[in-house]
């Protein structure tokens, strides 16, 4: 199955595309129906359970302007299958087209190592990471807001700001208590 | 009334659930209009018992009326307590064409022939099954009526269903009913639980099937929700496959409240990465339960969801097929039927 | 050099690899976390005094036999109950001399409660409570540990007959077992770091010993969760004693997030874990070199823990087609004890109370704020 290219299609005017991959599929419905309410432009919204994506679908899907994986953080196979999900993106996409949404990241049933991977996750390839909250509708609006901020950028409607500008500004790096200087 | 006749009217006001304690007495029909009116109902549960008891006493009604009560109730409250499913075996002739009168008298008199004195029930529901209360006696003491067995057998079936019976009165049960049912053997079903209506709907298939066609129909008509054009599964057809997957292994709809099912594992340990452990001769053994309010549509919502790989694997799709919900599982296959569980009491 | 050990996405080394980095690791271990707590004190974020997260490699137990410093009574006491878990901050001014004081301030503020009408649940008609707050002695582990101590409270009946063996309505204990060693030294001089605070018996009565230690120790305490991780290392921790004590079986407790949801419980002979775990430990004997063996003896590593845990998953999965990696392990049992997710503890098993207890305290110090 090819990748997900994301330059290989024309954009359409005044729309927005926006890929959610979520191995659960619960979250990533209410963003949806959140997010097609956005009044502003068109945001068309693909759910996906994993990638790759089936070859069907091919020719009628649009051009992806963001990816967003959303990983919850009480389940483990929600991060691996994120992780393997990865591997089926183009590099392209790795230029500010990529985000990760974090839920869960309070719950105490969370070992640490798990939030430490993902933010290394994040940081090494250089995307945003944003945490949110699932349960009620306002962490549902807050999170739809944020997502559509860089969806904004990430399909040209901000004059002056590309995805890539932007990725520098939100970007994860690593952060410092991960990493530790040794002072042997 | 004597001491234990009294003790068991007790506990019987005790477990009869408050909500259907008016209906049951209706149904009982030993109390006149007047004293059922009498009876207040508002009344916590030991105010009731002692006003019931009184009103019998006034009736000069025996334990014989009051084991008719617990029947009553136990036909309308059939979820409580454990129940075992046990099938019968090879058909004599005359098996399917047995009548009700002709089971009710070859049941009893086998009975009686193999423990006496016994305190012997029978009762046709509506729904075409039977039920036999017994209270067991023997040489040295009367029938016990605070620990009965009850029996449910529908005619015409090979099936059984049995609560409270002892691992000793397991072969007298079993003699009278192969004898009056007209088969020549019983064994365990390997089916438990608490209800018996799941059980009892599992065994005959009482739950909508979907069996596997080449061309399935489209399910989303089922699932016609109103989506929005600008919201898209790329997924949808994988996700239809494993909805049919998981519903062709266990099933449409409501299905039967199972609660638990049970794998006792026996096989040998595979794994290419650790070499120590598959090199073993001996197997690894462990034992899986799987528990939920209902198992079922956990495990169907398991399927449909991706945490089970589709095609469901043979060991959770035979809950629904074989109609059981306790495994051995040996390297050979799933263990021999005739696996026997001691029932409780 | 924390990383190192543990990263959950790392590959399983190969075995030179091993050799090194554990040999290194053991040396500057130590070393480089005090420079860490220091150099984060330099640094201008939030210096944390108290570690980020589990040790990635522990000492496996031996049978310690408390009994040998530990009196009997007291340590009966302390086993076969279901403790719920706290954490505590350190105490100010806390001194063990003092505890006879401590529990006649303790029965009065008691009684005070009841006066203001807080409800604790009492049976019958109790007059008061009488509080006996003690030392365990010889419940401790490193050096800078402080003892621990027990509490217990005793309804006093208005007609009690003198010799009446009395059973406490409430019990709990402070504890600290081989607490991070740079931290307890990093306290001032006048707290004392008991950060484990096990409880047992009723809600109201729980409440109001905690918020007289807040008032008179001017400390906070918390619910102290066993999360995942902790859980996976007190299933081989635990599996890891079999050879000379049985544990009579493995029990994990799953639960998958479905509707409704299913619980899975998986019950393993001790004998086939034992073995599963033994063929997944990397040998100690191939890395001895002189004097390194005396430090090196019976480490094990985090990948150890989730190797084994992954062995049992696969098992699970080669029959069943289920991952349990997409549910949460709630419960761990065996013959030693059980441990629950939601902060409930049972020992049944006083030989290893010690390493079990260490991790927890661990894990109290891990989530105290500060």
Known sequence: ?184 | MDDSTKRLLQRLIRRIPAQTLRTTLEKWGRLTAAQQRSMDFTQPKWALSEKLLAICEENGLTAKHITELEMTNVIDNPNQGMWYAFQLMDPEDDANSIELTQFKEQFKSHLRELVRPVSIKIKKHTDEAVWIRIAWGDSFSRPNHLKPTYVVHHLQTPYVFVTSLTSKQKPLLSQALVLSARYQAIKDANLSGRKLTAIRDLLMRKYQQVFPTMYPSPLGERNQVVSNPHIEKEQAEPAANRLQMACEAFGDGTLPQLQTVVYKLETKFRDHTNKTMTEREEPFSCVVKFASTNLLESLRHCASSGIASTPVTPLLSSILQKGRNYFVITDNGSGPSTQTRQPQT | MICVLFSSAARTPTNSVVVERRSKSSKSYRQSYRSCVGAASRLCFTPGFTARRLNASRRAPKSHNVTDKVNPQQLALLMKTEWQLSYVTPLYQFRHTQLKSYSRQLSAFIAAEKQQGLAVEVEGAQSSFRVSISVVQGMVEADDDAETVLIQIHSKLLFAKKDEPQRPVWSGWLTCINGNPDYLRSLPEDFTCLPLFCSSGGEGLTAVVKSWFQQTFDCCFGTLEINHTSLQWLAALWTNCHAESSIQHLKMIWTLPVAPPLQVTYTVDPHDAWQLWSSVRKDPREESKGGEEAEEENSIDIEEVMEFMQGLKGHFYRHFRLDLSAGSLKQVTTALGSAKYSGKIKISNSRYMITTFTLLTECALLKMPL
């Open chain 1, 1 to 184: 199955m090819a990748l997900l290219k994301p330059f290989s299609k024309l954009p359409c005017l005044n729309t927005a595309n926006i890929l959610l991959v979520e191995s659960e599929e619960q979250f990533q419905q209410s963003l949806a129906d959140t997010l097609v309410e956005e009044t502003a432009f068109t945001v068309n919204v693909r759910l996906a359970k994993s990638l790759p994506l089936p070859m069907e679908n091919e020719e009628s899907r649009p051009r992806i302007d963001l990816v967003v994986f959303i990983i919850n953080l009480t389940s483990e196979l929600s991060f691996q299958s994120a992780e393997v999900s990865l591997k089926n993106l183009d590099p392209g996409y790795f230029l500010g087209k990529v985000c990760f949404m974090v839920t869960n990241a309070r719950n105490a049933s969370v070992p640490t190592e798990r939030l430490d991977a993902v933010r290394k996750l994040a940081a090494s390839l250089h995307c945003p990471m944003l945490f949110a909250e699932d349960q009620t509708p306002d962490g549902v609006t807050n999170a739809t807001e944020r997502l559509l901020t860089i969806l904004k950028v990430a399909a040209g409607f901000v004059p002056m700001a590309t995805a890539l500008y932007l990725s520098n500004l939100t970007r994860r790096t690593a952060p410092p208590d991960i990493e530790q200087p040794s002072f042997d």
